[in-house]
């Protein structure tokens, strides 16, 4: 069973940067790739960016590309989520998601198994 507990969002004007943060319970944790996703109002929960089990491989929406930056740290047991030149369209709840040990990376929501809470983003123009 893994637990995550996101953190780091809030209030930031667009141009500004945010890093988010998750903490995961677990020893699993290093074996299971790892994924950011959101959910604005009213619309359904989006791909942000995935990370390989050792963090050699990465993937991003293409409307994040260049601005956003997923890393791990294994040791930690915390995954991030740079956040740079962030837009009014980066407004929502982002959540961080874990897949079964030794699986691969997907851009898929039901692909992963693990959900936290999610953490509200807020970006003004």
């Known amino acids: 069973q893994v637990q995550l507990v996101e953190s780091g969002g809030g209030s930031v004007q667009a141009g500004g940067s945010l890093r988010l943060s998750c903490a995961a319970s677990?020893?699993?944790?290093?074996?299971?790739?790892m994924g950011w996703f959101r959910q604005a109002p009213g619309k359904e929960r989006e791909f942000v960016a995935a990370?390989?089990?050792?963090?050699?491989?990465?993937e991003y929406a293409v409307s994040v590309k260049g601005r956003f930056a997923i890393s791990r740290d294994n040791a930690k047991n915390t995954l991030y989520l740079q956040m740079n030149s962030l837009k009014p369209e980066d407004t929502a709840v982002y959540y961080c998601?874990?897949?079964?040990?030794?699986?691969?990376?997907?851009?898929?929501?039901?692909?992963?198994?693990?959900w936290g809470q999610g953490t509200q983003v807020t970006v003004s123009s």
């Open positions: 998601a874990a897949r079964t040990p030794l699986s691969t990376t997907t851009m898929r929501p039901n692909d992963y198994q693990y």
């Open positions: 677990g020893r699993t944790f290093s074996s299971s790739p």
């Open positions: 990370i390989s089990r050792r963090g050699f491989n990465t």
